[in-house]
């Protein structure tokens, strides 16, 4: 009974980290969403994003003695639509935003884990748009993409933010591309169908990120982590009885 009930636990407590990742407009915070409607839980960088640019942060204050006062509202918080049409039109601003901003958003994103972690959650999605060009992607198994075709990714762009086809295109191109990612992709969401397909689709993904964990897995979990504790602390007794006995010898 003791080794079925700490089977439970063990078994109960396990973590997985899933990065979830698209191109702009391909489809990710629909995916994302499907997976909290399926209860998993969902770290999301945009909100961990904002954040981290909150008025009187670490980020805040080096974003705005780097790029200024004017990108700031009355109350002194940033005026993220001023500062978007900033970095999107000049590619060497965009870059120094994610430089300043990337250390505070990646130790964000790592508390979020570590609370959940010490909640014993067992599947956590981490939905980062940048998971690749932040170099996230190391610490995220299996990692899923996002993609559409480039027509499709420019139309659904256009429609949702009610943006020129020029405007779309640049902010598009602005990124890394969509089949690289792909191709770094352990899994691929094709999201170019209507979103009953997508909603099918997302169902043989959910069975995946959802199946029991790898060894490996489990290692990375809370009581993976107590295990390898516990076993190094009955490792060390037992050799030193060993040593002990033999010492008697
Ligand atoms: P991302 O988070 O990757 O930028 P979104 O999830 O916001 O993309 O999707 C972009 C737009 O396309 C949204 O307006 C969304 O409702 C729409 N959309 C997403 N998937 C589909 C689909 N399969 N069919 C039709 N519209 C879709």
Redesign the pocket.
């Known amino acids: 009974m003791f080794i079925s009930h700490l089977h439970y636990r063990l078994i109960g407590k396990r973590m997985r980290l899933v990065g979830l990742t698209?191109?702009?407009?391909?489809?990710?915070?629909?995916?994302?969403n499907l997976f909290k409607a399926h209860g998993i839980l969902v770290v999301d960088a945009d909100v961990v994003a904002r954040d981290v640019l909150r008025k009187g942060t670490g980020g805040w204050k080096k974003v705005v003695s780097a790029f200024g006062e004017e990108i700031l509202q009355p109350d002194g918080e940033v005026d993220r639509p001023i500062l978007g049409q900033i970095v999107f039109s000049d590619p060497g601003k965009r870059q120094l935003l994610n430089r300043l901003l990337a250390p505070y958003i990646s130790s964000g994103i790592f508390w979020e884990i570590l609370k959940l972690w010490m909640k014993g959650t067992k599947v956590i999605v981490l939905d980062i748009p940048l998971l690749f060009e932040a170099k996230m992607d190391r610490w995220t198994k299996p990692i899923i993409v996002?993609w559409v075709d480039p027509g499709t990714q420019l139309q659904?762009?256009m429609?949702?933010d009610g943006s020129s086809e020029e405007d779309a295109q640049n902010r598009i191109n602005a990124q890394m591309s969509l089949d690289l990612k792909r191709r770094k992709a352990d899994i691929v969401i094709d999201?170019t169908?209507?979103?009953d397909?997508?909603n099918e689709e997302f169902q043989k993904v959910l069975c995946e990120v959802t199946k029991p964990l790898t060894w490996t897995e489990f290692g990375l979990s809370r009581q993976g982590a107590l295990s390898v504790l516990i076993s190094t602390i009955v490792g060390v007794t037992f050799c030193r009885n060993i040593f002990n006995n033999n010492s008697r010898l």
């Open positions: 698209g191109g702009i407009s391909s489809g990710k915070s629909t995916v994302s996002v659904r762009l429609a949702r999201n169908g209507s979103l397909e997508l």
